[in-house]
Each structure stands twice: as structure tokens, then as C-alpha cells.
């Protein structure tokens, strides 16, 4: 499959519910959805295109909530492939992609323990950097600590 075809594949599978679009260049494309379709985009990307889970990254914005990108790549294609998801504070919370996407879970963990952010449904939220007796909502990496 061409890179031009994967990106008339999404684009047709999911008409509607992708905010916005944006090719940064020839090889880095974001696309903004909705938290609550992550799970169905990420499944349908990973599973129906055969791409290839790369890591998440999260940043904490000046708008007020936290970013999640979930990159993504297909094998021979020079090109990532970026879900961002916006996620409000002051409680961020989405679906965990470790049901569908086995190596999201640690990056998943560490994002919870560093921002904040609730996986709901996580197979394992305990913690992964931080000692244990790590004070409760206490987030290293929030704008707001």
C-alpha cells in the first residue's frame, strides 16, 4: 500500500470525525481526534493498515489540558503518522490503548505517574518511575505543580 493510499484509507474510514489534519511535511503527519474515538482510530490503524506502534508522548499546554500523541509508522514508508488527542484538566482522562496495543502499556504508566492523566481500563496502573510512596497528585511534569 502507498503512503497516498493509507491516507485516502483513513480519511475515508473515518469521514467526520477527524478535527483536523495537518502534514507538517513530506514525512510527519498530525491528525487531531476526539479522546473518546483514540481507541477506534488506533485500532483500525494498528490492526486494518498494519502500522507499527512507535511510542506516545504527552506535553503539558498553555491551553490548559494535556496533549497525547500516539506515533505511528508503516514499515517501509518514511513517514509518522501522529494521533493527538487534547485531554482537559484538571482530571485528563482516556481510554488505555494497551488492550489493543500491548506496548502502549509502560509509556501509558509513565505518562499517568508524570502528568496525571487516568487510563481508564489499564491492565497495570501501578507505578513505573516514581518510588511508591510518591506523593498522590503530585505531577512532575505538570505546568501547575
Keep these: ?47 486494518k493498515l498494519g502500522s507499527r506502534f512507535i511510542i506516545a508522548s504527552a506535553v503539558d499546554t498553555p491551553r490548559g489540558g494535556i496533549e497525547i500523541l500516539y506515533h505511528f509508522d508503516f514499515f517501509k514508508l518514511p513517514q509518522v503518522f501522529s494521533l493527538r488527542v487534547f485531554l482537559p484538566k484538571p482530571k485528563p482522562e482516556v481510554e488505555s490503548l494497551a488492550s489493543v496495543i500491548k506496548g502502549t502499556e509502560w509509556i501509558e504508566r509513565e505518562m499517568a ?3 496525571g492523566i487516568t487510563f481508564s481500563n489499564h491492565p497495570n496502573p501501578v507505578h513505573l518511575l516514581l518510588p511508591d510512596d510518591w506523593p498522590e497528585g503530585n505531577y512532575p511534569l505538570r505546568r501547575d505543580q
Design 1 to 47: 500500500m502507498t503512503w497516498n493510499e493509507i491516507k485516502a484509507d483513513i480519511k475515508g474510514a473515518f469521514d467526520g470525525k477527524i478535527l483536523k489534519w495537518h502534514e507538517h511535511n513530506d514525512t510527519r503527519i498530525y491528525v487531531d481526534i476526539e479522546p473518546a474515538d483514540l481507541v477506534e482510530f488506533s485500532r483500525y490503524i494498528f490492526e
Design 113 to 115: 505517574e508524570l502528568f
